[in-house]
């Protein structure tokens, strides 16, 4: 559902899987366009009638925000499974509705926060958590590009919601909550000073999580700069590989730099001290397509092989935690995410 510029590529997706998935529809009121091959499934302007008339087993839902939660319960009202693409819903009181139609309904759900499929991203889950880097004391996150004059012709990217910490910060602190743990306290401050639309170009955020671990994240879509996941990872082929890392994860015992997976440790198991020595091992991780491994898992999720990597519960828990910047900011006082049972 929603063939535009994310849908496409997850049809592109599900065609390049034939072992994983099977295309039988796709839903978009722009109707089929000639450059955009879909093999032989049929297209409907009206995604109900692609609901109740192709019966897929399982939905990507790529349509624009406000449209998650009624298409998420047009899934759950007829038992269909499906995949939501990020933010899991416009709002809190949405995604609080969207949650609760969903454990009625008993429907398996993934949220498309991609990056937690990265190689590099898994590997240092597994570092963290095998404690070689001790307990984490400070994280902090650059995510900083600047996005074209023409994108801003699309009207709803100049108006609140449609910025940088909706679009691109939160898979951020998604990655943060899947690293380093809960949010429990959020302070942000926003600016829309370089480009003057009623939507923030720039935005500033300090971290408290459940563990004590304290995190920062600059996040700019006006700065032009080789810091972002992406050109990092080299995970998107529309972004130049810089082989930069975005992350600093600092821990008693080391740090972590990503996504280059740059580990910084003492030469000498211990002996650790601010006058000692600390040397830096590289491991390069394997590329793998994040949206590739995404449809992977969640063939096996829909097939219950496997639990969700990130259900939409737990994307509205990372919706809730970029909520609470724009929040803090306005009110200018920190700020409790939401907490989604
Ligand atoms: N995971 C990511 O990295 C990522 C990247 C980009 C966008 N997104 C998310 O994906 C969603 C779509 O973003 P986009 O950039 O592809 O937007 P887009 O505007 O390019 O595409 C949205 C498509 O939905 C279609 N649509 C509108 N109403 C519909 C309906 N009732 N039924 C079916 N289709 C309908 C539109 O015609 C359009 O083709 C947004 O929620 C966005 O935040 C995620």
Not at 49 to 63: G, K
Not at 157 to 163: A, D, E, I, V
Not at 214 to 226: E, K
Request: proline fraction near 7%.
């Amino acid at each position: 559902m929603g063939a535009g510029l994310i849908g496409r590529r997850h049809i592109q997706t599900i065609l390049d899987m034939p072992g994983a998935a099977e295309l039988v529809a796709v839903a978009d009121p722009l109707g089929a366009s000639a450059e955009l091959k879909t093999g032989s499934a049929p297209w409907f302007a009206d995604e109900r009638e692609m609901l109740d008339r192709a019966r897929p087993e399982a939905v990507v839902i790529a349509t624009p925000n406000r449209l998650h939660l009624p298409h998420g319960i047009a899934c759950c009202e007829r038992g269909i499974h499906f995949l939501m693409e990020k933010p899991v819903t416009a709002t809190l009181e949405e995604a609080e509705t969207l949650v609760a139609a969903i454990r009625a309904s008993g429907v398996r759900t993934l949220a498309g926060h991609h990056r937690r499929y990265l190689a590099a991203i898994q590997e240092a889950k597994a570092v963290i958590a095998k404690g070689s880097l001790g307990r984490l004391v400070a994280v902090s996150v650059v995510w900083a590009t600047r996005k074209p004059d023409d994108y801003f012709k699309t009207a709803w990217r100049t108006q609140p919601g449609g910025g940088p910490l909706l679009i691109n910060a939160i898979h951020e602190i998604d990655m943060l909550r899947h690293l380093c743990g809960e949010i429990v306290s959020v302070s942000g401050i926003k600016s829309n000073a370089m480009r003057g639309f009623a939507v923030e170009d720039s935005a500033v955020a300090m971290f408290r999580f459940a563990n004590g671990c304290l995190g920062t994240l600059a996040c700019t879509d006006a700065g032009f700069s080789p810091w972002t996941i992406e050109q990092g990872s080299g995970e998107n082929p529309a972004f130049p590989h810089s082989a930069q890392s975005a992350y600093r994860l600092i821990g008693t015992e080391g740090s972590l730099e990503l996504p280059v997976l740059r580990t910084w440790s003492a030469p000498v198991p211990g002996d650790i001290g601010w006058n000692r020595p600390i040397a830096a091992t590289e491991a390069v991780p394997p590329y793998h397509d994040p949206y590739k491994a995404q449809l992977a898992h969640f063939q096996r999720l829909v097939r219950r092989d496997e639990p969700p990597v990130v259900s939409v519960a737990d994307g509205a828990r990372t919706l809730a935690a970029t909520l609470a910047v724009t929040q803090s900011s306005d009110e200018e006082r920190p700020r409790t995410p939401h907490r989604f049972p």
